[in-house]
C-alpha cells in the first residue's frame, strides 16, 4: 500500500474546525477516488498540529488523487493552517494488532537514512522492532513508511489509549536507540499526537 501524509501547523484555537472539515467533507472526498483504503486524522491541540494520513492501494491510485486532493486541501484546512507540507511513501511494515481508537495515541519517529540502506531499514524494522513492539500493552498497530529515493521514513506506533502511549515511552526509547544504529538510521524527529480517528481496511 502507498499513503500520502499532510502535516499542518497553526493556530491551536482554529484546530478544532479544521478536524471537523476532515472529518465530513474531506473524508466524502477521499472516499470517492478509486483505490482508497482508509485514513486516520491525528491532532496535538496544545501545539497546533495536525496529521492526516490517507492510505491507497497502489501508487497509481494515490497519484491520481493528487490532483484534486490538491485543489481542495486549502480549503479543508481553512482558517487553521498556516503551513502544510505533504510528503508520499510507501507503507513497507504494517502489522495490526487491534483496531486503533478515538482518543489513542500515536507517536511518530521520522527518520533519514542513505538511500541504498532502504532494504536493511525494512529488514531492520520487521525482524528487530516488531516481535519487540508486539508485546507493547495498549498497542493497537505498528507501521513503517518509507521514501525509499530520498532516504526518509517514519516508524509510527498507535496505542489504544493515551496511558499506554506514556507507558511505552521508556520501552521504545531502548529500541529506537539499538535500531537506529543497526539500521544506519537518523532519527531526526519524535512527535506524539491524539488520536481523531484511524480507519483502514487492510484486507
Do not use: C
Not at 507501521?143 to 506506533?157: C, K, P
Not at 521508556?170 to 531526526?188: G, L, T
Amino acid at each position: 500500500m502507498f499513503v500520502r501524509a499532510v502535516y499542518a501547523t497553526g493556530d491551536p484555537a482554529l484546530l478544532d474546525a479544521a478536524v471537523r472539515s476532515l472529518n465530513s467533507a474531506g473524508r466524502d472526498l477521499l472516499e470517492e477516488r478509486p483505490g482508497y483504503r482508509g485514513a486516520g486524522v491525528f491532532a496535538d491541540r496544545e501545539l497546533g498540529k495536525l496529521l492526516a494520513v490517507s492510505w491507497w492501494e497502489t501508487e497509481e491510485a494515490r497519484l491520481n488523487s493528487d490532483e484534486v486532493m490538491r485543489e481542495r486541501r486549502g480549503g479543508l484546512l481553512e482558517p487553521f493552517a498556516g503551513t502544510v507540507a505533504v510528503a508520499n511513501y510507501e507503507a513497507a511494515v504494517v502489522h495490526q494488532v487491534t483496531a486503533p481508537r478515538q482518543g489513542g495515541g500515536l507517536r511518530a519517529i521520522r527518520m533519514e537514512f542513505d538511500p541504498r540502506d532502504a532494504d536493511l531499514v525494512v529488514d531492520t524494522f520487521r525482524t528487530a522492532l516488531m516481535p519487540r513492539a508486539e508485546s507493547l500493552p495498549g498497542l493497537a498497530r505498528a507501521s513503517l513508511l518509507i521514501d525509499r529515493e530520498r532516504g526518509r521514513g517514519v516508524a509510527d506506533t498507535l496505542f489504544v489509549d493515551r496511558t499506554s502511549l506514556a507507558a511505552s515511552r521508556a520501552a521504545v526509547a531502548h529500541v529506537r536507540h539499538e535500531a537506529s544504529a543497526k539500521a544506519h538510521v537518523d532519527v531526526v524527529g519524535l512527535e506524539e499526537f491524539e488520536v481523531v480517528y484511524a480507519d483502514v481496511r487492510f484486507d
